[in-house]
């Protein structure tokens, strides 16, 4: 089992930048797929970005290539997402999840708005 809780939402105005922390307990957070979904109101949960069990490899979706970074630190069982240059429609619940294969632990989730 896995337990994650996500960190580091707020308001802040569209142009800004917030950093999300996801913070894992349990099994060996190492040897987990990690990555950070988003849903905004009325719609559906989405992929944000994704990063392999030793960071060497990250994907994000389009909407947010080359203003968003997924990281990670192992030794501090942690997940990051740093994102700039955020704009109105990247308000959302942001949630961290993990995995081996596909996506199975999830956290609550933490509230990001960008006021235009």
């Known amino acids: 089992q896995v337990q994650l809780v996500e960190s580091g939402g707020g308001l802040v105005q569209a142009g800004g930048s917030l950093r999300l922390s996801c913070a894992a307990s349990?099994?060996?957070?190492?040897?987990?797929?990690m990555g950070w979904f988003r849903q905004a109101p009325g719609k559906e949960r989405e992929f944000v970005a994704g990063i392999r069990w030793d960071g060497g490899s990250t994907h994000y979706t389009d909407s947010v290539k080359g203003r968003f970074t997924i990281s990670r630190d192992n030794a501090k069982n942690t997940l990051y997402l740093q994102m700039n240059t955020l704009k109105p429609e990247d308000t959302a619940v942001y949630y961290c999840?993990?995995?081996?294969?596909?996506?199975?632990?999830w956290g609550q989730g933490t509230q990001v708005t960008v006021s235009s």
């Open positions: 999840a993990a995995g081996h294969n596909s996506y199975t632990y």
């Open positions: 349990g099994r060996t957070f190492s040897a987990y797929i």
